[in-house]
């Protein structure tokens, strides 16, 4: 199964017509100019996706001239003129593709008018409405059918066991102008680009998704009403968006902290989120970066700090040197933590104040360096820095220990209630990332949290014992002077 979402149709319908209207008169002469005036550099002058910012831009611009439109609530190859609307209107999660509710309602209808002239033939042929089965409601029993049927129609080949988009398929996959596609991480419905509503995942599960290898699967399944089990199933698999942290908090405990990334420690431990963006400061730029979600999880105890980091990635990448390259994250600091709010520069300091990483790199473990820049970075010798890291189903689960307390001013100690800067680079060697190339944060800020007094464990029942015993002494000095 190819399952790739191609625009948020989530979004509140005041950005779209009436439900009612199935399609909508436009001026394709006016919406020549709104075309050319906003559409033109990536889609082209002749709309087939040759423009001039084209060649830098993952997925690549639509080419308008074949006709294919990926997201659709229609039974045949014609999109309703309201499907192109929505998909102008509120653009493509997960592309280059903005939303475009900002044009007034008259213009997004007079660009959908002249962007059925750059294959007018495909448009003879009026759109047919589809009809979804009954809708079934989730549970158990549901989301247990909905696995059943993601094994029985192989969508796991393309999409994974698990749904994160590393299923064996996924280097072969290809669309209809014969570029690589990727297929969607089904645990992120923030990034469903055909909308996260279990009307739209079921809308894309029959209809399929035309010029990709996702084919239509209403007629494939068992029975019409698996569409909505399945459904369930995907939405089962991860959140509709994630809460991101503003504030990265380190968690006391008394005990020794786990190194095993897959312990039960880490498990009960709430995971902080934090989304990270392609690096487009210096050269080389990453306008479309593989790793844009980490979570953080973190604890210490009287002699270490340790962080548990989780983020996807379809392959376990040690890289060939060439074209691939080793994945890798680090954690980063100021070299010195300070009382003030001043901070080294976010991409790995410069050359007047270097930073400290923590990092993973596959194949070397962790370790400890210092950064004078993305393209300046020297290991630290003499460290105490250790890790374990786990690698399945697509995703990444590492550990990172060293100790809370260090001597030298190229590695910072961590204090509690200390608000000490923290930020996060990330490779996707697999994907070509290495040096400047990468994901990353800008500055966010750590906290340990203050070890909590054995005290509050032992007032209450003391106070409760010396209210008992006050009380007993009351009523026996009443019962004395009756």
Known sequence: MRLIIWASFAASLSLAAPSSVWAQAGDAAA??????????????EKGDGNGAGAEHLVPRPRD????????RTTANKTPADQDVFRVISEGMPGTSMPAWGVLPERDRWNLVAYLKTFAPEQFKEAPKKLELPKEVSSSEASIKRGKEMFEAIECHKCHGSEGRADGPSRAELKDEWGQPIAP????KRWTFRGGATRTDIATRIAAGVLGTPMPAFLDAVEKPEDVWHLTNYIMSLGTDRPGFATLVTVGAVSGA?????????????????LPLMGQVIVDPRNFNPAIELVAVRAAYNDKEVAFHLTWDDPTESKGDG????????????????????????????????????????QGKGVGEASANGPAKIAPLAGGEATGAVAFANGQYRLVMKRPLAVKGEARPSFRPAQFTPVAVQAWDGGAGESGPKMSLTSWYYLRLE????????????VVAILTLAAMILVVRTANRTR
């Open 450 to 461: 203050e070890p909590q007094s054995s005290r509050r464990f032992i007032i209450p029942p």
């Open 64 to 71: 308008f001239t074949k006709g294919l439109y990926k997201i």
């Open 184 to 187: 969607a991480n089904l645990t």
């Open 31 to 44: 919406g020549k100019g709104v075309y050319e005036r906003k559409c033109l550099l990536c889609h082209g």
């Open 257 to 273: 902290i786990p190194d095993d990334p897959n312990a039960a420690f880490w498990k009960k431990t709430a995971p902080q989120y």
């Open 322 to 361: 060439k074209q691939t390259f080793s994945d890798a994250i680090s954690l980063k600091f100021p070299a010195q933590i300070t009382a003030g709010t001043e901070r080294p520069y976010f991409l790995m300091g410069d050359a007047d104040e270097a930073v400290y990483l923590l990092r993973w790199e």
